[in-house]
């Protein structure tokens, strides 16, 4: 395998922090640098993520051939030129976030000649976040998508390793445009974790001083409601760089609610679950295969 030899992770939680460990594991032979909070590098030290880590940024720039940008979309786009101005020729640079337009317009204004960006979103996590909550398997099956613009990129050295250490680490990685990202992904992530949030306020709302309805709640009502416990942090970025395509989407689930509102009593609501089941059927099949694969 193509392999590199120092990467630079630059927001050592989660994201990053698996990317990390998932690359030890899977027997990267080169270094790892992080930055961070002083704190959060102690603990990915601990847990053998990073082997060192750094609270300036241009120390941990140093050198390296990989920058891995795992950093909430905001912050993403606050530092992109900075880093793309401090490494060195042929450097690539990519980034997880789940936001790519605002990304990819950014890096394609700062990138000097010669440095490379391949915008990327592993379509993977949990609910909670940290370097305490990273795992060496948490892209195993799961797709990892780029935006490489221009898609000349692809055709680099540079891409190329990235593109094997993708597959190395259990991801399938695929190709879109940003736009093409930004729509789909409002739609089955970015609309399920606002979903997941109205529920459970609604809830909060309507919960009595005796703890009802919360205290029948089964575990139907917990599955719907585990994004819900997701960091309002990084969705507020996500919300502010994608708010066109999360806007229709709401109003896309509007319409539904209301259609089903309207068919509670009449056989139209069967049609609704048809289409419904339809649709988790094919989402267990897609597992499935990404399982195998």
């Not at 992904?185 to 970015?190: E, T």
């Not at 507020?236 to 509670?264: C, P, S």
């Amino acid at each position: 395998m193509t392999k590199f030899h120092r990467i630079a992770v630059v927001g050592v939680g989660l994201i990053g922090g698996s990317f990390a460990l998932a690359l030890r594991q899977r027997g990267f032979s080169g270094e790892i640098v992080g930055w961070d909070y002083a704190e959060v590098l102690g603990r990915a030290e601990g847990r053998g993520a990073i082997h060192r880590g750094s609270t300036e940024l241009a120390q941990v720039l140093e050198g390296a051939d990989l920058v891995y940008i795992a950093t909430p979309v905001v912050l993403t786009i606050e530092l992109l030129p900075q880093i793309l101005r401090g490494v060195a020729f042929g450097t690539l640079v990519t980034d997880t976030g789940s936001s790519k337009r605002a990304i990819c317009r950014v890096a394609q204004e700062a990138r000097p000649a010669g440095v490379l960006f391949l915008g990327g979103h592993p379509i993977a996590g949990k609910e909670a976040c940290g370097i305490e909550n990273a795992d060496p398997d948490l892209f195993v099956g799961a797709p990892y998508v780029l935006t490489p613009d221009p898609p000349e990129v692809f055709e680099t050295e540079a891409a190329s390793a990235l593109l094997e250490w993708i597959r190395e680490i259990g991801a399938q990685p695929t190709s879109l445009d940003p736009e093409t990202h930004d729509w789909a992904l409002a739609l089955v992530s970015h609309l399920p974790q606002l979903l997941s949030t109205a529920l459970a306020s609604a809830i909060w709302d309507e919960t009595d001083e005796d703890g009802l309805p919360i205290r029948i709640a089964g575990a139907g009502f917990r599955s719907m409601t585990r994004l819900a416990a997701s960091p309002y942090e990084i969705w507020r970025d996500i919300g502010l760089t994608n708010a066109d395509n999360i806007g229709r989407a709401l109003e896309r689930l509007g319409q539904k609610l209301e259609r089903i509102r309207t068919a509670l009593t009449a056989r139209e609501l069967e049609e609704e679950f048809r289409k419904a089941q339809e649709i988790h059927e094919r989402l267990e099949a897609l597992r499935s295969e990404r399982r195998r694969s």
